[in-house]
Nanobody, 122 residues
Framework: QVQLVESGGGLVQAGGSLRLSCAASGSIRAIVTMGWYRQAPGKQRELVAAVTSGGSASYADSVKGRFTISRDNAKNTVYLQMNNLKPEDTAVYYC????????????????WGRGTQVTVSS
């Protein structure tokens, strides 16, 4: 079974920085895509950033130039460096894995973390 442990959320003033981490454990052989979503109160969950196993990254327009996603394939860990945070970045941030291959194989390929709160004060 795959488990995700997220860390790094918290309260920060506008203009500040935070770094989120998400470590996946279990009998993992490969993870195609690792990413971060966020959900603000009263809003739908949205994709913030994602990175493939080959290192190709994509970002929501709202975070381009401020957030950087990276991953350590050897540790099955994904990071989200968030700089110049704005109050509108306040949300619960969820780690997401897509295309997970385990040994032995299972019918589950996608996983969500439990979420970590990021609050940016003005």
């Amino acid at each position: 079974q795959v488990q995700l442990v997220e860390s790094g959320g918290g309260l920060v003033q506008a203009g500040g920085s935070l770094r989120l981490s998400c470590a996946a454990s279990g009998s993992i052989r490969a993870i195609v895509t690792m990413g971060w979503y966020r959900q603000a109160p009263g809003k739908q969950r949205e994709l913030v950033a994602a990175v493939t196993s080959g290192g190709s990254a994509s970002y929501a327009d709202s975070v381009k130039g401020r957030f950087t996603i990276s991953r350590d394939n050897a540790k099955n860990t994904v990071y989200l460096q968030m700089n110049n945070l704005k109050p509108e970045d306040t949300a619960v941030y969820y780690c997401a894995l897509r295309g997970v291959v385990t040994s032995p194989p299972t019918s589950e390929y996608n996983y969500w973390g439990r979420g970590t709160q990021v609050t940016v004060s003005s």
